[in-house]
Each structure stands twice: as C-alpha cells, then as structure tokens.
C-alpha cells in the first residue's frame, strides 16, 4: 500500500504505561481522544522473600520495545500512518529501582519494587 493510501487523522499521541504487572502502549487521536490501537505485555515478578518483589530489568526494556512495535504495525494494518505520533508519554513503576552498569548499559542486578526499595533505604538511614 502507499504511503499516499494511509488514513491522515492529525496528531496523534501515544502513552507508555509500565507497571508491575504489564506494559503497554496505546495510542490516541489527540483532537477525539479515542483510542486507535494498543498492545500489552505481561511482566514477570519474582518474591524471592516475604514483602520483596523483584523484576528482570531487561525484560521490561524488552516489554516496551515489543509493546510499541505491535501496536504501531496494528496501525500500519488499520492504514493509520505511524508518522503522525507527534509525543509519547511515559507512566512509570516510580519508586522501583534498577542499577546499571555505565559501561556495558547491562543491569547489575533485578529491578527492585517498592517494598524492597523502602526497606532498604530505612535501614540504610
């Protein structure tokens, strides 16, 4: 199909949202605020003890990446041209912590959730 054939609807925008049990990406019309297409990713969580919650770092990096190629090839599929996202928001976890490596940009470690965050930095203190 050619480019000239897509649907032209003005702006668009996208959201990433990345909690700590999904991904996704949606994207939106901005003048109609409806909802074009979206895709969501399940997200792993390990409890290696009582009240820690632990996620694979690049899983998650990996989440978002899957979550905005799909929904932008269900775009191509609807002919809604993909050039026409003008901004992305990002909704994070916030409070969970991830430490990486300067140099390699690889984790050091399993990204670290809320309640394990605020106990170590209360026996930190």
Sequence with gaps: MAAS???????????????????RFLVFNAKTAELLSHH????KQKFP???WVEQDAKEILQSVYECVEKTC??????????????????????ETTVVWDKTTGEPLYNAIGTCISAYLLSIAS
């Design 5 to 23: 054939d897509r649907v032209v609807l003005g702006p668009l925008v996208g959201s990433i949202d990345q909690g700590t049990s999904s991904t």
């Design 40 to 43: 969501q990713v399940e997200i």
């Design 49 to 51: 003890k009582e009240g």
């Design 73 to 94: 090839e269900k775009l191509n599929q609807l002919n809604i041209d993909i050039t026409n996202i003008k901004a992305v928001g990002v909704s994070n976890q916030r």
